[in-house]
């Protein structure tokens, strides 16, 4: 059975510092990893997915994320942070043989000024 | 952005009384889902569904059940709702499970719903 693991429910961190959200995951087949995130009040939007191929995955609003599976992990980073990026953050994993998604329980990014 | 819609968007019932939460889709994706989302649990599966008239369980499907007469529609039902039941509900569409897209979902505005 698959699973997801977000490793801080909160991170606090002052605007244009670096940020990295973690995030393991469990899974006996090939995966599908995302990272989603919720600005207050709104849906969730997605930030970006691995699927296959290069490990290192670019998505929208300068975010990144690192395929590593010796450690099952995909961490998402951003090199500078804005106050705009103050939202929860979801990491889901998925696979091939599977129609649906398992998501952690999120983390929630706190800018500081 | 996808089009998805959810109704209604806000609702405030009582415990005991049937509630009906609607979401409607215009992409022609083949999947669509129901999740709930509480403090410290994240995204919950409760129902999905796979094509017309196919749906299946989630985690959380107790006292919940759906339906999907057509592809664009997808019907989440609390029978007779608690104060448990008191959440946000997210509707979420997908085109596929593999290849290109792997699972990528898409999500509606989401329904407050709160049960007294």
């Known amino acids: 059975a698959q699973s997801v693991t977000q490793l801080d429910s909160q991170v606090p961190v002052f605007e244009e510092a670096p940020v990295e959200l973690r995030c393991n995951y469990s899974s006996s087949v090939s995966v599908y990893l995302f990272w989603y995130v919720q600005y207050p009040n709104q849906g969730l939007q997605l930030l970006l997915k691995?699927?296959?191929?290069?490990?290192l995955v670019k998505g929208i609003n300068g975010f990144e994320a690192e395929f590593n599976k010796s450690q099952t992990s995909f961490h998402l980073r951003k090199p500078s942070v804005h106050i705009s990026d103050t939202a929860e953050y979801f990491c889901?994993?998925?696979?091939?043989?599977?129609?649906?998604?398992?998501f952690g329980k999120g983390t929630r990014l706190h800018i500081l000024p | 952005d996808a089009g998805i819609t959810q109704s209604p968007r806000h609702k405030v019932t009582e415990t005991g009384t049937p509630v009906t939460l609607r979401c409607h889709q215009t992409?022609?994706?083949?999947?669509m889902y129901w999740y709930r989302q509480d403090p410290g649990h994240g995204l919950r599966l409760i129902h999905y569904?796979?094509?017309?008239?196919?749906?299946d369980k989630g985690e959380v499907s107790d006292g919940y059940s759906v339906s999907r007469s057509k592809t664009e529609d997808f019907l989440l039902t609390l029978e007779s709702a608690t104060s448990s039941q008191t959440s946000v509900y997210f509707c979420?569409?997908?085109?596929?499970?593999?290849?290109?897209?792997?699972?990528?979902?898409?999500f509606g505005p989401g329904t407050r719903l709160t049960v007294l």
């Open positions: 691995y699927l296959s191929g290069s490990t």
């Open positions: 992409e022609n994706h083949r999947y």
């Open positions: 979420a569409i997908s085109e596929s499970i593999s290849g290109t897209l792997g699972n990528e979902q898409f």
């Open positions: 889901a994993v998925s696979d091939q043989e599977d129609d649906k998604i398992i």
């Open positions: 569904s796979y094509g017309v008239k196919d749906t």
